[in-house]
Antibody, heavy 117, light 107 residues
Framework: QVQLQESGPGLVKPSQTLSLTCTVS??????????WSWIRQHPGKGLEWIGY???????YYNPSLKSRVTISVDTSKNQFSLKLSSVTAADTAVYYC?????????WGQGTLVTVSS | AIRMTQSPSSFSASTGDRVTITCRAS??????LAWYQQKPGKAPKLLIY???TLQSGVPSRFSGSGSGTDFTLTISCLQSEDFATYYC?????????FGQGTKLEIK
């Protein structure tokens, strides 16, 4: 059974870069056909798709965040990562990593990231 | 981006009830529609994909239908564990987008 686990700082200062890592266990991140995504949820709000990295390494980012987002993969560690630059309080949210061949069917537990000085 | 609109945003029901949640896409998405269940403090759980295909392990009281722009999620006989928030998601085009959610509460 594939499991995902997010890790990274829970508090980031405004204007800095948010960095999170997702560790995949129970399967290879290089498995064919898998999209590895980051999705966030503002407190008490709905879900916002941030972007994905395909097993081949190609990426797609939500245009609303594209100028600030980078998603990368480290196959040797079976991890993929999110970097979101120039954060503001509006980026305070629970960040989920997720994976699947279509809609994400494997999700991490989520990690709350608060942007505050 | 494709806009997904769910209705209702919230409603109350009793165990044993049959309930239906609707989701409308701002443009046609064929059958590239998924439904998720989310409980407080937990990650969303995939229930249905391809509009009507039940994810492995999901009880058969859940069903989905629709194609194009209009979709429904039906729970045939509500159980206590079904009280949660439900989201639809289109994966027809990027960026993938979600509905605003439907909160199902106990009457």
């Amino acid at each position: 059974q594939v499991q995902l686990q997010e890790s990274g700082p829970g508090l980031v200062k405004p204007s800095q870069t948010l960095s999170l890592t997702c560790t995949v266990s129970g399967g290879s991140i290089s498995s064919g056909g898998y999209y590895w995504s980051w999705i966030r949820q503002h407190p008490g709000k709905g879900l916002e798709w941030i972007g994905y990295i395909y097993y081949s390494g190609s990426t797609y980012y939500n245009p609303s965040l594209k100028s600030r987002v980078t998603i990368s993969v480290d196959t040797s560690k079976n991890q993929f990562s999110l970097k979101l630059s120039s954060v503001t309080a509006a980026d305070t949210a629970v960040y989920y990593c997720a994976g699947g061949t279509g809609p994400p069917d494997y999700w991490g537990q989520g990690t709350l990231v608060t942007v505050s000085s | 981006a494709i806009r997904m609109t769910q209705s209702p945003s919230s409603f109350s029901a009793s165990t044993g009830d049959r309930v239906t949640i609707t989701c409308r896409a701002s443009q046609g998405i064929s059958s590239y529609l998924a439904w998720y269940q989310q409980k407080p403090g937990k990650a969303p759980k995939l229930l249905i994909y391809a509009a009507s295909t039940l994810q492995s392990g999901v009880p058969s009281r859940f069903s989905g239908s629709g194609s194009g722009t209009d979709f429904t999620l039906t729970i045939s006989c509500l159980q206590s564990e079904d009280f949660a928030t439900y989201y639809c998601q289109q994966y027809y085009s990027y960026p993938q987008t979600f509905g605003q959610g439907t909160k199902l509460e106990i009457k």
